[in-house]
T-cell receptor, first 111, second 115 residues
Framework: TQLLEQSPQFLSIQEGENLTVYCNSSSVFSSLQWYRQEPGEGPVLLVTVVTGGEVKKLKRLTFQFGDARKDSSLHITAAQPGDTGLYLCAGLNQAGTALIFGKGTTLSVSS | DAGVIQSPRHEVTEMGQEVTLRCKPISGHDYLFWYRQTMMRGLELLIYFNNNVPIDDSGMPEDRFSAKMPNASFSTLKIQPSEPRDSAVYFC?????????????FGQGTRLTVV
């Protein structure tokens, strides 16, 4: 069974701090995606990482795909209140037909 | 494009009643997915369609759940009879890429409460 474990489950920080959240699995994924979900809304795609070791940057967000394609991390530099939300990682199921999701990290950034 | 549109946004119903959730995918998207989100289990795939045909319904929890896609612009998820444990946020998503699930646009969800 493919599972994606995310940690930490909750994170509460002050504006300006840096943070890293993790997405781990014992299974190999062809790609992993990161989504952000705000209260009352659906998840919104942030990035897809495909190649082992790949690093992608999206403004203050840095995403890394592990060399073995079993894990990924999201690093946020100088967090802002607008970064508050639920961060979900997702990967294709073994059939390659649909996404399976981790349970997410709930991030709260206070000013 | 207005994105994936779901209705209603909120639904409160009594146990035993029939509930119908609706979804309009993004025009031109060939794949439509229904997900359910709870605190305990996170986002779970229920069923997905390709070109209006159900492809994988292995995530549908039991026979009380059914989904249809009569045309390319409309899908329904029905629960009959509803139970309190069905309370969750139900999301519809659509995609036009291959692999189909890799990039999905989600609706705003329907928050279902069964009392």
């Amino acid at each position: 069974t493919q599972l994606l474990e995310q940690s930490p489950q909750f994170l509460s920080i002050q504006e300006g701090e840096n943070l890293t959240v993790y997405c781990n699995s014992s299974s190999v994924f062809s790609s992993l995606q990161w989504y952000r979900q705000e209260p009352g809304e659906g998840p919104v795609l942030l990035v897809t990482v495909v190649t082992g070791g790949e690093v992608k940057k999206l403004k203050r967000l840095t995403f890394q795909f592990g060399d073995a394609r079993k894990d990924s991390s999201l690093h946020i530099t100088a967090a802002q209140p607008g970064d508050t939300g639920l961060y979900l990682c997702a990967g294709l199921n073994q059939a390659g037909t649909a996404l399976i999701f981790g349970k997410g990290t709930t991030l709260s950034v206070s000013s | 494009d207005a994105g994936v549109i779901q209705s209603p946004r909120h639904e409160v119903t009594e146990m035993g009643q029939e509930v119908t959730l609706r979804c309009k995918p993004i025009s031109g998207h060939d794949y439509l997915f229904w997900y359910r989100q709870t605190m305990m289990r996170g986002l779970e795939l229920l069923i997905y369609f390709n070109n209006n045909v159900p492809i994988d319904d292995s995530g549908m929890p039991e026979d009380r759940f059914s989904a249809k896609m009569p045309n390319a612009s409309f899908s329904t998820l029905k629960i009959q009879p509803s139970e309190p444990r069905d309370s969750a946020v139900y999301f519809c998503a659509s995609s036009s890429n291959w692999p189909p699930g890799e990039i999905a646009f989600f609706g705003q969800g329907t928050r279902l409460t069964v009392v």
